[in-house]
């Protein structure tokens, strides 16, 4: 196997997890991990990523926070969220939700059973670990677009190991209580959340996997 077969078969097996068991993750493969995804290129070689990982009692503190803030707080993201998901992009985005509510038992027009499984968002999926991406302010745009580069990154590192992850836009839309909770300071950017551990392999919401565009939707050679 080459290095292409290793790296397709690594983007190919990756997935956004959505059930975990409740084992943690030594720190040595947390170490490595994130080592991998410092290795991510990024502008001028600025590296503006940083990672919070949590464990033990401080991702349940984290939890507990967030658990609480739909209730009572409206979202805050540090940035801002799309404007809308037109065409295409619409159409792949609800695909996916019903490919989820299918393999979890929601039916559509079941509010309660949807927005049950929305907050698993903020349950962290059970997860024992995650991992705040944050990026310098000052940078912007450019920093923000460098650390997707870590994210992509961290999750193939921690596929490679056995791990598994799933990035989490919705920790992000209320960057305030992780700011609190974490004591993030102000000169860094909340983007997101990757939240990892050991997949639970029965867990219904782990037994679908979302399609890729074909090709010709993504390529253009010109010249």
């Not at 030594?26 to 464990?55: F, K, M």
């Not at 939890?63 to 792949?92: F, I, K, N, S």
């Amino acid at each position: 196997m080459n290095d292409y077969d290793t790296l397709m078969g690594l983007l190919t097996a990756r997935h956004s997890c959505r059930g975990f068991l409740d084992r943690a993750v030594p720190d040595d493969l947390i170490e490595q991990v994130v080592t991998a995804a410092g290795r991510a290129p990024s502008w001028c070689n600025a590296q503006p990523w940083q990672v919070i990982v949590t464990r033990g009692a401080e991702t349940d503190r984290l939890r507990a926070a967030l658990m609480a803030a739909p209730g009572t707080r409206a979202p805050a993201p540090d940035v801002p969220g799309p404007e809308g998901y037109p065409g295409v992009h619409g159409d792949r985005r609800r695909t996916c939700g019903w490919q989820l509510y299918e393999a979890v038992g929601v039916e559509k027009g079941d509010r309660a059973g949807s927005a049950k499984q929305a907050m698993e968002n903020f349950n962290l999926f059970g997860a024992p670990h995650t991992a705040i991406l944050t990026s310098t302010r000052e940078l912007g745009a450019y920093g923000a677009l460098d650390s997707g580069g870590f994210l992509m990154a961290f999750c193939l590192a921690a596929q490679a190991l056995g791990l598994a992850t799933v990035p989490q836009a919705a920790v992000a839309f209320h960057s305030d209580v992780v700011r609190e909770v974490l004591e993030v300071p102000e000169d860094r950017l909340i983007l997101c959340a990757i939240t990892f551990g050991y997949e639970e392999p029965d867990h219904p919401a782990n037994n679908f996997r979302t399609e890729r565009a074909a090709l010709n939707e993504i390529l253009e050679v010109r010249g």
